[in-house]
């Protein structure tokens, strides 16, 4: 499944290493594409290991905000 979330406070290359990072560490997760500009986050991933909310959560855990 691919997911597209909205994550505010990411300003510079750390930001997305460390969304990335999260994102990459969660069982399920198969790819991670992070659009500093935008503010988004394209997850592609396995719905039967991981759900919207874990994701969430890891990125929440890092100090940033989940828009949805």
């Known amino acids: 499944m691919q997911l597209t979330l909205e994550v505010n406070g990411m300003t510079c290359g750390h930001c997305e290493k460390a969304v990335k990072g ?8 198969e790819g991670v594409e992070v659009h500093l500009s935008a503010g988004k986050v394209d997850v592609t991933y396995d719905e039967s290991f991981v759900s919207k909310d874990k994701m969430k959560d890891a990125i929440e ?8």
């Open 22 to 29: 999260a994102l990459e560490e969660l069982q399920g997760v």
């Open 61 to 68: 855990d890092q100090g940033y905000d989940v828009v949805g």
